[in-house]
């Protein structure tokens, strides 16, 4: 349960009535957690309104639930409310085009850790990326925790949302960006990637790296000169210095 000692109370709301009445006001809600085996009409209808709303709903032990809990009532439900509204794909590169410039994203593959999403969204913002895309699924979401991690980055830094990694990195494809993924067998060093054209950055989890499919749909796969002993950087180092090399070539 450690992904949910970081946060703090006001983020996660509990019980039917405070989570329906949430999501009628409007409030963004990141996931909704809901107690697995529950099916009455109510529960139906809160998870339809959350659906609506681009909320991921999971399902899970109660058990999972109560140790979550701050209150100690939470009937089954907890929503996790997101610090910020996700944007669309398409509000990232039109945010390209009315800055004139090539189109530069990082699209997250599975980053778990809250803050290791916080940090990338920051050097994105610094970097002068457009924006950065994460998956619906097995991915941190605009929680607290990453919106204080980032230094108030997601305030200026649009982030989207998607359910298939693949499917997107396709349509960027069509769009005319280059798809470049960071992987350590890389066929090519970063330093001699092209950066200055309409790019997106794929950064893998950071136990696995990127996913089969993912990395398929790369047209490139660059890796990060390593000169010590240790193999790799984590997700938000290496997506620092492929931002920065980027930002270096297009200055």
């Known amino acids: 349960m450690k992904e949910f000692e970081d946060r703090p109370a006001e983020e996660l ?14 409030t963004v809600i990141d996931k909704l957690y809901v107690a697995r ?26 058990r999972k639930l109560d140790a979550m809990s701050r209150t100690h009532s939470h009937q089954g439900v907890i929503a996790v409310a997101a610090a910020q509204a996700y944007a669309a794909v398409e509000d ?16 997250c593959d599975e980053i778990s850790d809250p803050h290791n999403l916080g940090a990338v969204i920051r050097t994105a913002e610094c970097a002068g990326a457009h924006g950065v895309i994460i998956p619906k699924r097995r991915s941190a979401g605009l929680t607290a925790v990453v919106a204080k ?25 069509k769009q005319g960006l280059w798809i470049f993924g960071a992987a350590a ?10 950066l200055r054209s309409p790019a997106a950055i794929v ?27 240790i193999s790799s950087l984590n997700a938000s180092a290496a997506a620092a210095v492929l931002l920065y090399e980027a930002l270096r070539q297009r200055s």
Request: hydrophobic letters at 40%; charged letters at 25%.
């Open 92 to 107: 990232i590169l039109q945010s390209a085009a009315d800055r004139g410039e090539p189109p530069l994203v990082v699209v």
């Open 13 to 26: 709301i509990e019980g039917r009535n405070p989570v329906t009445e949430a999501l009628r006001a409007g």
């Open 203 to 229: 950064i893998g989890s950071e136990g696995d790296g990127m996913g089969r499919l993912v990395r398929e749909s790369c047209d490139f796969l660059v890796s990060i000169p390593m000169k010590g002993r």
């Open 149 to 173: 991690t980032s230094a108030g980055a997601v305030s200026y830094l649009p982030v989207a949302r998607v359910p298939n990694i693949p499917a997107l990195l396709k349509d960027l494809q």
């Open 185 to 194: 067998e890389g066929d090519r060093s970063l330093y001699e990637a092209d």
């Open 37 to 62: 085996g529950e099916t009455d009409r109510t529960l139906g209808r809160m998870i339809n309104l959350a659906k609506k709303a681009g909320a991921v709903v999971v399902e899970c032990d109660r």
